[in-house]
């Protein structure tokens, strides 16, 4: 079966990492057919925006996109474009799976969590204004709607994964009625999900725990903002940026990507990580029903990692990024 997927370089290590991720898929055995699209600063000239119509229709057409991080130029009144493109295609949960790899070196061993982080309201909705010359004003938007959908959605991926907990973050003690509704909505979901532990921690003992034990936790779902925070964090527990995938999901359509931005200071160096944008591949892969080559790819990756002969310079080696992507074909023909 042939497969059309939208495909976004992106900015800065963007095209390197997508172009890695590309060759290994092809390499899978699995048909894909990629319409690729530019978006970001490199057309804004052409069409005075950095998310040209034709990026959403792609993805709306059909309904998968792998993308490349998208900086959004400062300064020039654009809204992020990350942002916007969650916005307009209602990608409302942002899934991060944050898993140590043997071969890699970090503080921890055997983690294996999933970060689902709502990706449609709280701070990023967006509202903000001046009240006077001295003051800004900006708004939490936290909508019961919202709040069921991404907890029953983690609750889903709970489900699918044979995972044991699930644990909603928040800020209720403070935040009474905003994240009071979030947490509200969090414990009725969970009521119809008994067969799954549910718990709640407040964010900054979260942030706390999870620096301390983060191979005691499971499945973690939040607002957007403290999602972005932990993710980040988290991705810092196991290695680093270049090692976490992603992906946006929505009811009528997903874009996968890697965790990390553009990384300006390595861009066109060919050093840059490929593990995310791969992963992020094989995330997407399993989304579109190609679990055997999703294995496949993953399997490679973890056995590259392990091997430690073929390490980018993040992790301590010297390989390049398309070499990286050359050792993973390899080891996926083995
Ligand atoms: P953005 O605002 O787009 O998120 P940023 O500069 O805040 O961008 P990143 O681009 O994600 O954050 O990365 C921060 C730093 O981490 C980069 O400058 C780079 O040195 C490193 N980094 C990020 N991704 C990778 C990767 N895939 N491989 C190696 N190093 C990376």
């Known amino acids: 079966m042939e497969h059309n997927i939208t495909l976004i370089p992106g900015d800065g290590i963007g095209p390197e990492v997508i172009s890695a991720a590309v060759k290994v898929i092809e390499n899978s055995g699995v ?9 970001g600063a490199e057309v804004i ?13 792609s993805i709306k057409k059909n309904k998968v996109a792998l993308k490349g991080p998208v900086t959004t130029p400062v300064g020039m009144g654009f809204k992020s474009v990350n942002v916007t493109l969650r916005q307009e295609l209602n990608l409302y949960a942002n899934i991060r799976p944050i898993k140590t790899f043997q071969g890699v070196t ?3 061993e055997n983690v294996d969590l999933i970060i689902v982080r709502e990706n449609s309201e709280d701070l990023y909705a967006g509202i903000e204004h001046m009240i006077t010359e001295d003051i800004a004003e900006s708004i939490k938007i936290i909508s019961k709607k919202a709040s069921d959908r991404i907890v029953e959605y983690a609750f889903k991926i709970a489900k699918e994964q044979n995972r044991k907990q699930v644990i909603a973050v928040h800020k209720a003690n403070i935040m009474k009625l905003s994240d009071g509704l979030f947490l509200r909505c969090a414990r009725n979901i969970a009521t119809m999900h008994s067969e799954i532990d549910f718990g709640d921690v407040i964010v900054d003992a979260m942030s706390m725990k999870l620096v301390m034990n983060p191979e005691k936790y499971d499945v973690l779902v939040m607002p957007n903002l403290y999602g972005d925070i932990l993710s980040d964090m ?27 931005g553009s990384a300006p200071d390595i861009a066109g160096t060919n050093i840059a990580n490929p593990t995310a944008c791969i992963l992020s ?8 029903g190609e679990a055997e080559a999703a294995d496949k ?27 990286f992507a050359e050792a993973v074909i390899d080891k996926m023909g083995k």
């Open 234 to 260: 988290a991705a810092g527990l196991i290695g680093g940026l270049g090692l976490v995938p992603g992906a946006n999901i929505g009811e009528e359509g997903a874009v996968f990507e890697p965790a990390h």
């Open 281 to 288: 591949a094989v995330m997407m892969l399993r989304y579109i």
């Open 31 to 39: 048909c894909i057919n990629w319409e690729i699209v530019r978006m």
């Open 297 to 323: 790819i993953e399997k490679a990756v973890e056995a590259v990692l392990k091997e430690g002969k073929y390490l980018t310079c993040d992790l301590g080696g010297t390989t390049g990024t398309q070499e």
């Open 106 to 108: 970090s503080r921890y």
């Open 45 to 57: 000239e052409e069409f005075n925006t950095p998310i040209p119509s034709y990026v959403l229709e």
